[in-house]
């Protein structure tokens, strides 16, 4: 059986799929102009979600299984910046994708016990006024 756990919340993967708590989560990033993922310490993602995935066709956790040098192209600044996330730091970077300027930042994802075990990222769309209007 495959689990993580962060802070304390422990998700089961062969369970159901979706928690009551994750639920309101998924509605409060699914508005936000932004999107949210993990890695593992591999740089492998391990979820994403965000109201930008669907711009460029993608869904929730769809990337899951995708390593981030693949989703990065020749731009290697995000995978520096993961790098430097995996040793436990924090760092702010840009990132083009097809639908716009994003400003980013990584930090290490931890474990119950502190240890690292990869990253979260969270990238914020500043295409400007007209991103943040809803898809219609």
Known sequence: ?????L?????DRNGDPQPPAMGS????WD?????????DSD???TSSLGSRLARTGVGPNQLAGTPL???????????RAHRRA???ESVAFGIIWTDGGYRARVGPLRDSSGEIIGTVCVAL???????AAPDR
């Open 7 to 11: 802070r304390g919340v422990t998700v």
């Open 86 to 88: 995996l040793r436990g």
């Open 31 to 39: 508005q936000i102009p932004a999107v949210l993922w993990t890695t």
């Open 1 to 5: 059986m495959k689990q993580w756990e």
């Open 25 to 28: 989560i998924r509605v409060l």
């Open 125 to 131: 769309d500043e295409s400007g006024p007209e991103a």
């Open 69 to 79: 040098s693949v989703l990065c192209g020749a731009d290697d600044e995000p995978i």
């Open 43 to 45: 740089l492998i993602l």
